[in-house]
């Protein structure tokens, strides 16, 4: 069964920036058959797609938030990470990383638990 | 920013048959497929439906999705307690070249 963990710092301060790490376990990162996706959910709000990352490292970002956001993959450490530079408060938000299926199942079906980063002075 | 529309709330009492809807348009589910989401807060979201109407493996058979044009269906037939959550439809838009999420739908079981 895979699993995902989130794991980073769960306060940070405005203008700096969020770093996250997810580490995957029983499964290989490197599998051509999934993304590696991150998401994120505002206080009392719904989801919204940050972006994903292929194991060969080309990624894909929302557009909102694409001059911002970094996401890269360490296939040694079966390992994808998530930067965000200049955070505000209203990067203040609990942060998922998925699984994304890219053939039979193409869809978000493995999530980790999710992590809260608050951006707060 | 969601761009895709579910009504905020339905209920149901046990044993009954709940649907929501999500509203898009051509860039998303017009001409994607659409997933679904159970999410209790505080919890992992966890997959329902994928590709408008497929169930994963352990996914009961009384969850059920539909598509047709730009808007998608879930629906919950016979009704369990622990089946109250939130529940997000998701589909990749060719516009944004992202994922779009849901507004979400709280279903209460009464």
């Known amino acids: 069964q895979v699993q995902l963990q989130e794991s980073g710092p769960g306060l940070v301060k405005p203008s700096q920036s969020l770093s996250l790490t997810c580490t995957v376990s029983?499964?290989?990162?490197?599998?051509?058959?999934?993304?590696w996706t991150w998401i994120r959910q505002h206080p009392g709000k719904g989801l919204e797609w940050i972006g994903q990352?292929?194991?060969?490292?080309?990624?894909a970002y929302n557009p909102s938030l694409k001059s911002r956001v970094s996401i890269s993959v360490d296939t040694s450490q079966n390992q994808f990470s998530l930067k965000v530079n200049y955070v505000t408060a209203a990067d203040t938000a609990v942060y998922f990383c998925?699984?994304?299926?890219?053939?039979?199942?193409?869809?978000?079906?493995?999530w980790g638990q999710g992590t809260l980063v608050t951006v707060s002075s | 920013q969601s761009v895709l529309t579910q009504p905020p709330s339905a209920s149901g009492t046990p044993g009954q048959r709940v649907t929501t809807s999500c509203s898009g348009s051509?860039?998303?589910?017009?001409?994607?497929?659409v997933s679904w989401y159970q999410h209790l807060p505080g919890t992992a979201p966890k997959l329902l439906i994928y590709?408008?109407?497929q169930r994963p493996s352990g996914v009961p058979d009384r969850f059920s999705g539909s598509k047709s044009g730009t808007s998608a269906s879930l629906a919950i037939s016979g009704l369990h307690s622990e089946d109250e959550s939130d529940y997000y439809c998701?589909?990749?838009?060719?516009?944004?070249?992202?994922?779009?999420f849901g507004t979400g739908t709280k279903v209460t079981v009464l």
């Open positions: 998925v699984r994304e299926g890219v053939t039979a199942v193409n869809a978000f079906d493995f």
């Open positions: 998701a589909a990749w838009d060719d516009s944004l070249s992202g994922y779009v």
């Open positions: 990352v292929f194991h060969s490292g080309i990624t």
């Open positions: 029983g499964g290989a990162i490197s599998s051509p058959d999934y993304y």
């Open positions: 590709s408008n109407n």
């Open positions: 051509s860039s998303n589910i017009g001409s994607n497929a």
